[in-house]
């Protein structure tokens, strides 16, 4: 009512609510909410280590790798392990660190009022940018992306220029005459 003028019977309300009184007027705990979170909390936590642990046997594995590999695919390799850390790192920093938040002073009993609104807005984003590191670290991506928004100026890179320029060679000798 306080901050948006409208009554309970007008919108529908989810909210977290640890502590309550009963009809005495005692204090006691809401376990259904407590149990509630914790399980939430544990699945975001097996979430994330999951991720920490198959990201460093990745690296490692990677690293192992590294010797029998072409430049060329430790490069990419190497492109594609930076944009899994970023994407990995994004459902954190817009989803669990903003409701980790909302979480902790709930439970600590305060309320955090229309605030907890930047919760909804910050996971309304991880669509958006989840396919930004891709775009951006992945090389081939980014080419394609530059390709596409400089208006027909192609970027071309070296590698791929120096092989058109052998093959123009090959093509123009009086060998091929």
Do not use: W
């Not at 994004?90 to 669990?96: A, F, G, K, T, Y």
């Not at 309304?124 to 590191?133: E, G, K, V």
């Not at 596409?148 to 009086?174: M, R, W, Y």
């Amino acid at each position: 009512m306080d901050n948006y003028g409208l009554s309970l019977n007008e919108l529908v309300y989810f909210g977290l609510h640890f502590y309550g009184r009963n009809k005495n007027g005692e204090f006691l705990i809401v376990y259904e909410q407590v149990i509630g979170v914790l399980v939430n909390c544990f699945i975001i936590s097996s979430s994330i280590f999951t991720a920490v642990f198959f990201g460093v046997k990745t690296y490692q594995k990677i690293n192992d790798l590294a010797s029998h590999m072409s430049a060329k695919n430790k490069s990419l390799q190497t492109e594609l392990f930076y944009a899994l850390v970023v994407q990995t790192m994004i459902p954190i920093v817009l989803m669990h660190i903003p409701v980790t938040i909302i979480y902790s002073f709930a439970f600590m009993g305060h309320g955090m009022g229309t605030i907890c609104g930047i919760a909804s807005i910050t996971i309304s984003m991880y669509p958006a940018f989840d396919p930004l590191p891709t775009i951006v670290i992945i090389k081939n991506y980014r080419n394609a992306v530059l390709n596409f928004f400089c208006c027909g100026t192609k970027i071309v890179p070296s590698a791929a220029i120096s092989h058109q320029l052998e093959n123009q060679n090959d093509i123009n000798s009086p060998q091929n005459s």
